[in-house]
């Protein structure tokens, strides 16, 4: 199964927002002045990247197979 254009650019869109709310919750620590930031923010930005990286496979293998 080969990735079309669109599904491309779908994926890259979910990329694309996906590392701005990881930037977001980056910036928003950084402002806090809490020492630690909480547990459920560190488990929402893990999962930002954790979806980030699965795209970036899905692109990659899809790319790998022409």
Known sequence: MEL????SS???????????RIEKALT??????A???AANDQSALKAEVVAVI????RLITE???G
Do not use: V
């Not at 928003?28 to 002045?33: I, L, N, V, Y």
């Not at 699965?54 to 496979?57: I, R, S, T, V």
């Open 4 to 7: 079309d254009l669109d599904e």
């Open 10 to 20: 779908l994926a890259i869109g979910r990329i694309e927002r996906a590392l701005s």
């Open 28 to 33: 928003d620590r950084e402002s806090r002045p």
């Open 35 to 37: 020492p630690e930031p």
């Open 54 to 57: 699965g795209e970036l496979d």
């Open 63 to 65: 790319a790998k197979r």
